[in-house]
């Protein structure tokens, strides 16, 4: 079944201590990004990857870290999480940039950060 | 004024009526326009998408793109419970240039279909 996954999905953390959320997808895409969702702020990207080894910032990338060294592969890295990022986070996928009106999302990671 | 606006509801309609889902939009570089459903503890789904202004159809579902009046719509034909969730629309210019180019959401409007 094509799909990207995401784990953990839920995920309570205390503010400083470094976390990674992962992404894996299955439909080889070139494309991949990661959002965080907040009621009343909708869905905002924080960072995409074009490709193996190519990233770069979405609309709020402050205070975190992606990598892209296998295609399958776009984890998201809070190295010090704030309050501030306690949000619900989604990985989406899409075949190419240029097909990126076309993106499949992951179930979601709720983040708490206390 | 915002990119994207979208009326967050809840919109309530009994089972069977026409349901339309409306965004506004700002950016006239916008040229692909999409809808996502989201169900409660879900990962948005896409439902469909349009290039440029016109109409499409898919089932139950039709999207409308008026570019000159920078107005999108999502009509759903006789709507089932399954419908309720939440409806996103996303716009994007389809450049290839740099910068961020994550796609444009609406807040979403929050759909109940009573049975």
């Known amino acids: 079944e094509a799909q990207v996954t995401q784990n953990p999905r839920y995920l309570i953390t205390v503010t400083g201590k470094k976390l990674t959320v992962t992404c894996s997808q299955n439909?080889?895409?070139?494309?991949m990004s990661w959002y965080r969702q907040d009621p009343g702020l909708g869905l905002r990207q924080i960072y995409y990857?074009?490709?193996?080894?190519?990233?770069d910032k979405g609309d709020v990338p402050e205070g975190y870290k992606v990598s892209r060294k296998e295609k399958r592969n776009f984890p998201l890295i809070l190295e010090s999480p704030s309050p501030n990022q306690t949000s619900l986070y989604f990985c989406?996928?899409?075949?190419?940039?240029?097909?990126?009106?076309?993106?499949?999302f992951g179930p979601g990671t709720r983040l708490t950060v206390t | 004024q915002k990119e994207v606006e979208q009326d967050p509801g809840p919109l309530s309609v009994p089972e069977g009526a026409i349901v339309s889902l409306n965004c506004t939009y700002s950016?006239?570089?916008?040229?692909?326009f999409m809808w996502y459903r989201q169900y409660s503890r879900k990962g948005p789904e896409l439902l469909m998408y349009?290039?440029?202004?016109g109409n499409k159809e898919d089932g139950r579902f039709t999207a409308q793109v008026d570019k000159s009046s920078k107005y999108i719509s999502l009509f759903i034909r006789d709507s089932q419970p399954s419908d309720s969730a939440t409806y996103l629309c996303?716009?994007?210019?389809?450049?290839?240039?740099?910068?961020?180019?994550?796609?444009?959401f609406g807040k979403g409007t929050h759909l109940i279909i009573q049975p």
């Open positions: 989406a996928s899409s075949l190419s940039r240029t097909g990126r009106h076309e993106q499949y």
């Open positions: 439909m080889n895409h070139e494309y």
């Open positions: 990857s074009m490709n193996v080894e190519v990233t």
């Open positions: 950016n006239s570089a916008f040229q692909y």
């Open positions: 349009t290039y440029s202004s």
């Open positions: 996303a716009m994007s210019p389809g450049y290839s240039g740099g910068g961020a180019d994550g796609l444009t």
